[in-house]
């Protein structure tokens, strides 16, 4: 027992040595300079930067939830501090600190950490790029060679003129700094595993040596770290500095935990237990705030260095923390030759990359730009904590509209009308709904389709008495629910009252259809190929009228999926990719079975966003696994498609990430492939079969049926045709 003991310590402390000490040298390159700049661009002592660093390293290394984030001060919080520093003072602001941590531990110790992922991504994004945009105003006026002004607005205002009188030794040290930074990222792998920052400070620091140039340094105190160092409390105005308390509490958890989350999806080892990890973000605040460190937070930069090089354990954040300490302790004197300049550079490049293209184009996306665009002016205009709470409110304002919308669309469809409804449908949506009904010739032949979460009897009655009026007029409507049947129910007399009421039931690809839907014609969703004429008779529930063949790693399809009556046979494998023939044989069986023996009329694949298939072909990753890359290699044609084919987007949205858009081509290349098989073929060619692509955007979530005319992935259940009435 012992001697297995010695073993497994053997082998962790090789792991140690081989993964954990070189990676921690590379984080602990990158966490110096930053560190420096970030105390300066707050108005604090250089110190202070230095002893967060150290703090964070080992204290969150040791306590902290999350085995390979690495802790320190970051910019997220510059504004917030370097307010606190002018209203409070230094030594009241690590007060400030302290109590921070407190929170954070009662925080965690109370269980909500999970709580504080609630808040919409809009709101964090908008807050970094706010705080972004906040740095680079200021940091320009100190690169320039003069000094920064109160007020994000003011910063700009003032920036013409401090353009004309640059200070030029100033001005060409920073930047040549901010070329160095920019030109690393173009170099290749090799020369990159050196930290850029570090090789942007260290030769502007040499040159300004060499040069003798006149420009301002790094000013230390005679001793780095002051042990004798004790936090104070303000004499007055408590209101404003339990706020502030509360605001960088809160603001560091979230980060911290937003952090967490984002360094799991780039490891495969142990997940982070966030509630651990704001008591370890707490404890290491109230040890910095007491000797006199900026607060601490988990920052990805250096987490995402830390896992790209290697580092396996906890070891490497606390190995970085170590080596932070020995630099201050061995070289202080180094630190007063870096010119103020090239920090400012330094902190110009993180503020613009603190405002994120991709993060812009995915808020963009899910519709949460207004959220994004009040919070970055609220942090301009107003400050950081005005800027959050007015993107909070902004995001409860959406949300609410969200769950009181209502998409009301009629279209002509050759001799017979399509209404399609979805969302909640209350009162208020009673006018435009009216309006659209009105729409409709007296005698047409109508199909309703109600994708509802929520039919209120106000809404009920208008839709009941329309279709009484309709038909009387010889007309007809034919209605079709998918989900739960709240017409159908209040039609029978047993409406559902509440929401909560109503049946959490499979798909509509999956749930058979209700007696009075029996009854009437199959509907027909645009850019699904209907079934042929004088079917409808021929369906029973509980048939495979169709093959589905999906990705393993898709939960659920959402309720509003297209499909025909009947269940289909479902099949699933990584990527819902079709194999070579006699690679594997259950799809092969699945096909057989579906059209030769079944007599199925409809194939669909159906991909999905964030599939961790294609997401594994962009990043590389099928190489690290045989078994994966054996199964992903049946996805080749579709990386070729993506790389030679044509174009391919979604209802035009061309800000899809890469492995989004791979996903699009993998479900035509996949379309094509079963084409060669023999069965498939042969039903093809005497019409008997049709073949669909489906995507399903797991964030809204939306269906998208490919059509063939516009080279398109178009939304399911959304009208194309130009002679169209929407509400």
Aim: glycine fraction near 10%; aromatic fraction near 4%.
């Amino acid at each position: 027992m012992i001697e297995s003991t010695s073993a497994t310590a053997a082998d962790r402390c090789a792991s140690v040595l081989r993964h954990d000490l070189p990676a921690s040298l590379v984080v602990f390159l990158v966490a110096v300079p930053l560190s420096i700049g970030i105390a300066l661009a707050s108005g604090a002592p250089v110190a202070a930067g230095l002893v967060a660093a150290i703090v964070g390293g080992v204290v969150v290394g040791l306590l902290g939830g999350s085995p390979l984030q690495v802790s320190g001060p970051a910019a997220g919080l510059i504004v917030i501090v370097g307010e606190a520093i002018t209203r409070f003072g230094w030594a009241a602001t690590c007060a400030i600190t302290v109590l921070a941590g407190v929170a954070q531990v009662l925080f965690g110790l109370s269980r909500i950490a999970r709580a504080a992922l609630a808040i919409s991504p809009a709101v964090v994004h908008g807050m970094l790029a706010g705080i972004g945009i906040t740095i680079v105003l200021a940091q320009l006026h100190v690169l320039l060679g003069g000094d920064t002004q109160v007020s994000p607005v003011d910063n700009l205002l003032e920036l013409p003129g401090q353009v004309i009188d640059a200070h030029g030794p100033a001005t060409a040290i920073g930047v040549l700094t901010l070329a160095i930074l920019v030109a690393w990222n173009w170099l290749p792998s090799v020369v990159r595993r050196v930290p850029g920052p570090l090789i942007a400070v260290l030769v502007a620091t040499v040159v300004t040596i060499v040069a003798t140039l006149p420009i301002d340094r790094v000013r230390l105190p005679d001793t780095v770290l002051d042990v004798t160092f004790a936090p104070v409390l303000p004499s007055g105005g408590w209101g404003a500095f339990a706020l502030t308390v509360l605001t960088i509490a809160l603001v560091a958890s979230v980060e911290s935990l937003l952090s967490a989350v984002a360094v799991d999806k780039l490891h495969t080892g142990p997940r982070a237990n966030l509630d651990r990890e704001l008591i370890g973000q707490g404890a290491a605040n109230i040890v910095s705030g007491s000797l006199g460190g900026l607060p601490v937070t988990g920052v990805i930069v250096r987490s995402s260095t830390n896992v790209a090089f290697g580092a396996r354990t906890r070891a490497s954040a606390i190995l970085h923390g170590l080596w932070v300490l020995v630099f201050v302790a061995l070289f202080a004197g180094v630190l007063a030759h870096i010119p103020l300049a090239a920090l400012a550079s330094l902190l110009v490049y993180v503020g613009v990359r603190l405002v994120h293209v991709g993060h812009l184009r995915q808020v963009r996306r899910h519709g949460d730009l207004p959220v994004y665009l009040v919070t970055v002016l609220g942090v301009l205009g107003v400050d950081l904590l005005g800027g959050v709470l007015l993107g909070i409110a902004m995001a409860g304002v959406l949300t609410l509209r969200r769950l009181l919308w209502t998409g009301i669309h009629a279209a002509q469809d050759g001799e017979q009308w399509r209404i399609v409804i979805e969302g909640a449908l209350a009162a208020l949506s009673i006018p435009r709904l009216s309006a659209v009904l009105a729409a409709v010739p007296p005698g047409a032949h109508v199909r309703l389709e109600l994708v509802v979460d929520y039919l209120d009897h106000a809404a009920f009655d208008t839709l009941s008495d329309w279709q009484r009026a309709h038909e009387r007029t010889g007309g007809t409507v034919v209605v079709d629910e998918f989900g739960h049947p709240w017409f159908g129910q209040g039609k029978a007399g047993t409406p559902t009252v509440h929401r909560a009421d109503a049946r959490r039931g499979p798909t509509h690809w999956f749930a058979p259809w209700s007696e009075w839907q029996r009854r009437t014609e199959i509907p027909r969703i645009e850019g699904v190929p209907a079934p042929r004429s004088g079917d409808a008779d021929a369906v029973r529930v509980g048939e495979p009228t169709s093959l589905l063949l999906t990705c393993v790693d898709i939960a659920a399809l959402p309720a509003s999926t297209p499909g025909g009556p009947g269940r289909p046979l479902a099949v699933s494998n990584l990527g819902n990719l079709v194999p070579d023939p006699g690679a594997d044989g259950s799809l092969a069986a699945a096909l057989e079975l579906a059209v030769r023996r079944l007599g199925a009329r409809e194939i669909v694949v159906c991909g999905h966003a964030s599939c961790t298939a294609t997401t594994a072909l962009v990043r590389g990753e099928q190489n690290r696994s045989a078994a994966l890359g054996g199964w992903l290699r049946h996805a080749s044609v579709s990386l070729d498609r993506a790389r030679t084919g044509p174009p391919v987007d979604l209802e035009g949205d061309v800000s899809l990430p890469e492995w989004d858009r791979l996903a699009l081509h993998n479900v035509l290349a996949q379309l094509e492939r079963l084409r060669e098989h023999p069965a498939v073929a042969t039903a093809l060619a005497r019409g008997e079969l049709t073949l669909t692509g489906m995507y399903v955007d797991t964030a809204t979530p939306r269906v998208y049926v490919y059509d063939q005319e516009s080279a398109r992935f178009r939304r399911a259940g959304h009208p194309a045709h130009p002679n169209r009435v929407s509400g």
